[in-house]
């Protein structure tokens, strides 16, 4: 079984519009997750992260992300997208691997903001 | 000032030659990893250094090996390349590892077409 699941390979949205993009967990895996955004023809950014404390993290860009323990999930939602938000993102879990503990992504959904 | 470089930024050749791509850091990190994002855009991790010593290694042919001649420099080598080897490669840095809580900073990728 996939260790993080993105279950919309595609989101289409008209511009100013809310957005969700979902992203599930197995239980089996660390909790810290993580979203990274690929603009295309580009390298992965860091867009927000949850490490521990509050389950409700932001990025600088108005996205937000929920860590929800009993739901196994840790969702993006923006509530007003733009035409600049139109990439590729990510959800990864840090999974232990030997001694070490990597990043695990999930296979990415496609956000496509519509004017 | 690009933090993460990588060269060739598009790479084609023929099956069975050996190519390098090469990746450098300006960020005074001590860990770098590869990663392979296929077709699909499914991203796996690849290999990790820290400190120039080998921290990670998936399940990866051992026609590939990677080379860190310094804490900036994560170099991979392929050899025999074949047709399933294109994808689009990417090189990150972090600082530390912290068990992979650190932020991971992306190059812009190579994308790697074997004919």
């Known amino acids: 079984a996939q260790s993080v699941t993105q279950l919309d390979s595609q989101v289409p949205v008209f511009e100013e519009a809310p957005v969700e993009l979902r992203c599930n967990y197995s239980s089996s895996v660390s909790v810290y997750l993580f979203w990274y955004v690929q603009y295309p023809n580009q390298g992965l950014q860091l867009l927000l992260k949850y490490l521990s404390g509050s389950t409700l993290v932001k990025s600088i860009n108005g996205f937000e992300a929920e860590f929800n323990k009993s739901q196994t999930s840790f969702h993006l939602r923006k509530p007003s997208v733009h035409i600049s938000d139109t990439a590729e993102y990510f959800c990864a879990a840090l999974i232990s691997s030997g001694s070490a503990r990597q990043l695990t992504f999930g296979s990415g959904t496609q956000l496509t903001v519509l004017p | 000032d690009t933090a993460v470089s990588q060269t060739p930024k598009y790479l084609v050749t023929q099956m069975g030659n050996d190519k390098s791509i090469k990746c450098e850091q300006n960020l005074g990190h001590d860990t770098m990893y590869w990663y392979k994002q296929d077709s699909k855009k499914f991203l796996k991790i690849m290999f990790s250094y820290n400190n120039k010593e080998l921290i990670i290694n998936e399940t990866v042919p051992n026609r590939f090996s990677p080379k860190s001649p310094d804490k900036a420099h994560l170099n991979l080598h392929i050899n025999s390349l074949e047709l399933g080897d294109s994808a689009v490669y990417f090189c990150?840095?972090?600082?530390?590892?912290?068990?992979?809580?650190?932020?991971?900073?992306f190059g812009p990728g190579t994308r790697l077409t074997v004919l």
């Open positions: 990150a840095s972090s600082l530390g590892t912290s068990g992979g809580l650190n932020t991971q900073y």
